[in-house]
């Protein structure tokens, strides 16, 4: 069993940074990819990133390519998204996700092969 806790949400303008933070308790933590998700009011949850256990490949949803950062620290069982040049349409409650077979077959981007999910943290970016 693994449990995710985000944190780090707020309001900023548009262009402003924010940091994500998710800490997991379990001992799978290390051996799982991690992921972040968004979902904005009145739209399905969407991908937003993905890392490898060893936190060697990472992978995006084109809309932040360039402007999120997806890292982890397994030393402290915490996975952060680092969001530069904020837009309003990243307005949304973001939650990160443990993939516990993140080698097997399928899609990265599928929120299906996400086991565990925290209970996300709200980001409001004004314009």
């Known amino acids: 069993q693994v449990q995710l806790v985000e944190s780090g949400g707020g309001l900023v303008q548009a262009g402003d940074s924010l940091r994500l933070s998710c800490v997991a308790s379990?001992?799978?933590?290390?051996?799982?990819?991690m992921g972040w998700f968004r979902q904005a009011p009145g739209k399905e949850r969407e991908f937003v990133a993905r890392?490898?256990?060893?936190?060697?490949?990472?992978y995006y949803a084109d809309s932040v390519k360039g402007r999120f950062t997806i890292t982890r620290d397994n030393a402290k069982n915490t996975v952060y998204l680092r969001m530069n040049s904020l837009k309003p349409e990243d307005t949304a409650v973001y939650y990160c996700?443990?993939?516990?077979?993140?080698?097997?077959?399928?899609?990265?981007?599928?929120?299906?092969?996400?086991?565990?999910w925290g209970q996300g943290t709200q980001v409001t970016v004004s314009s």
């Open positions: 890392i490898t256990p060893g936190g060697l490949s990472t």
């Open positions: 996700a443990a993939d516990p077979r993140p080698f097997s077959s399928g899609s990265r981007d599928d929120s299906a092969r996400y086991d565990y």
């Open positions: 379990g001992r799978t933590f290390s051996t799982s990819a």
